[in-house]
């Protein structure tokens, strides 16, 4: 795992805690499959999360814009994207989650 790959990952895993959208801190972000080269960039792979116990669930990442490879992923700041609230939370047993760029980065 590259230094920046360690950083957006650990970053988007403290915006999900701050968010509150569990009451829950997320404890990690296991992705394992990567849809790139289409509009929205999609990842997918495993969450957990940290409460009174340890819940592990499916997540699925959409970027919207498309990327070529993990690498363009993982350069990612998380300063000129945001979470777009609406998207974050469950569908089934899915947590997802959309990046946005920040409109003054268009």
Same mark, same amino acid.
């Given at each position: 795992?590259?230094?920046?790959? /360690?950083?957006? =990952?650990?970053?988007?895993?403290?915006?999900?805690?701050?968010? %509150?959208? /569990? @009451?829950?801190?997320?404890? =990690?972000?296991?992705?394992?499959?990567?849809? &790139?080269?289409?509009?929205?960039?999609?990842?997918? %792979?495993? *969450?957990? &999360? +940290?409460?009174?116990?340890?819940?592990?669930?499916?997540?699925? /990442?959409?970027?919207?814009?498309? /990327?070529?490879?993990?690498?363009?992923?993982?350069? *990612?700041?998380?300063?000129? =994207?945001? *979470?777009?609230?609406?998207?974050? @939370?469950?569908? @089934?047993?899915?947590? @997802? *989650?959309? +990046?946005?760029?920040?409109?003054?980065?268009?």
């Amino acid at each position: 795992m590259t230094e920046n790959n /360690l950083d957006f =990952w650990t970053k988007l895993r403290f915006e999900i805690t701050n968010s %509150g959208i /569990l @009451g829950a801190y997320c404890d =990690w972000i296991e992705p394992k499959c990567y849809y &790139f080269q289409m509009k929205p960039t999609i990842v997918e %792979g495993n *969450i957990g &999360f +940290l409460a009174s116990d340890v819940n592990e669930y499916k997540f699925k /990442l959409t970027i919207d814009e498309k /990327l070529d490879d993990s690498n363009e992923v993982e350069a *990612i700041h998380l300063n000129h =994207w945001t *979470i777009e609230e609406n998207s974050l @939370g469950f569908n @089934g047993n899915t947590f @997802g *989650i959309r +990046l946005i760029r920040n409109l003054n980065d268009v």
